[in-house]
């Protein structure tokens, strides 16, 4: 990706550096870390919300520095990328004649306060619709690469723009519209529900891809980075390496090939006509 010298996004909150909160994991045993909780919250069925723990931490932990603090590569990257992701969708809402307002990126290490509870690492990257914001140790592209092999800047990318994707669900109103029939739903097809809202966001990162490669952002093999990363990270194929069988009425995000699908439709159309997910399924 071409994101030397481009703008950095200022809504950056760098708590990185600010001391552990000796917050143990909510599980043990197994295969440990990112890749356990993984498994657990983005492939068996549980909303990874719901394995961040709702303990305080004390307030001179919840609160960062303003943009990136020190001169970090990988940090200012994800500060250009987020930078974009903020021109793509401020344009996109202004042609539906709405406003957009951004989410706030707030890097962390190993654990810090949310409003939806104290986040950890090993829960991988996950935004909070109550505090609008997006929460990231920047470890788990180590995790993405050497784990699930999917190396890459734009995977990287992919991954952030996902998570926006789920900040543009919750100003335009689905992922409330989604919770709320989730809540009246059974255990199937509350599952069905939350793949259905996942792959939107996959689709949506799409869009910010769409813009993006117009803007001379992306290289050539950028998108099969992002391709790759949707892929790797799908629920069939996390499901088997962690016990072999695969369950899909216990997906939440999708199939290896539904993720890479939408990702797809969405670097395509360019539009969030073009997401429908809800209408036309995960086909």
Known sequence: MRWEGRRESGNIED?????????????????????LLLLISWLTGT????????????????AGTTGVRDKDPQAEFIAVVLAD??????????QRGQAYVPPVLVLFNDATQS?????????????????????????????LDQRFGAPGDFAQAYVVAHEVGHHVQNLLG????????????????????????????????????HYASARGLLESGD?????????AIGDDRLQRMSREEVIPETFTHGSSADRARWLHRGLDGGTIESCDTFSNGTH
């Open 15 to 35: 708590r990185r550096g600010m001391g552990g909160m000796g917050v143990g994991l909510p599980v043990g045993g197994g295969i440990g870390g990112l890749v």
């Open 85 to 94: 992701t903020e021109d793509t969708w401020r344009d996109v809402f202004r």
């Open 223 to 231: 998108a099969q980075e992002g391709l790759n990363a949707a892929s």
């Open 174 to 209: 689905i992922s409330e519209s989604v919770t709320a029939a989730r809540s009246r739903a059974d255990d199937r097809q509350a599952n069905a529900l939350s793949v259905r809202l996942e792959l939107q966001a996959d689709c949506y990162a799409g869009v910010w891809g």
């Open 115 to 143: 409003a939806c509870g104290v986040g950890r690492a090993e829960v991988g990257p996950f935004y909070c619709p109550a505090d609008r914001k997006l929460y990231l140790d920047l470890s788990f592209f180590r995790e």
């Open 47 to 62: 909303n990874p919300l719901d394995l961040i723990s709702p303990s305080s931490v004390p307030q001179d932990q919840t």
